[in-house]
């Protein structure tokens, strides 16, 4: 059964700050990154490795399209477009993987920082708490 509109308002009113505050975090991201102004106390370990600085700048493709389909899916929705809604979990799918590739790889690496791993923690998880709210008896449902 659909959510009734009272529902989807409320959905969006969480939804929507989750998706300003990761997408525009990446794109936040990406320009201090490419500028270099992050202070190195905050640089992850061995930084300056050209393998290690190649395996971040190839999260870019990814993290931009993630904030492409998160800032298209809220626009799409004010217009009241349901278009919205596969973008919206695309972005929430791929936001989950972007945060599980970083977490993997630091823990393959046994380099636990809570500088790089609380914000891919989150990155992980938070999107399972807005996925299963699109379904409901198996039904897309929002």
């Known amino acids: 059964m ?6 989807k308002a409320y959905f969006m009113k969480t939804l929507k700050p989750c998706f300003l505050c990761v997408d525009l975090g990446f794109i936040a991201y990406w320009a201090i990154t490419l500028l270099g102004v992050i202070p190195e106390t905050y640089l992850f370990k061995d ?5 290690l600085m190649a395996w971040n700048w190839s999260f870019l493709p990814l993290d931009l399209f993630i904030s492409a389909t998160g800032l298209s899916s809220l626009y799409l929705f004010r217009q009241q477009n349901p278009a919205w809604k596969p973008l919206a979990m695309t972005s929430l799918i791929l936001t989950s993987c972007s945060g599980l590739q970083a977490v993997a790889f630091w823990t393959l690496r046994q380099d636990f920082d809570p500088v790089w791993w609380i914000p891919n923690l ?4 938070y999107p399972f708490w807005f996925l299963p709210r ?9």
């Open 47 to 51: 930084y300056a490795d050209p393998i």
């Open 122 to 125: 989150f990155l992980l998880l």
């Open 2 to 7: 659909p959510h009734s509109g009272a529902q």
């Open 134 to 142: 699109f379904f409901r008896n198996g039904e897309q449902s929002i």
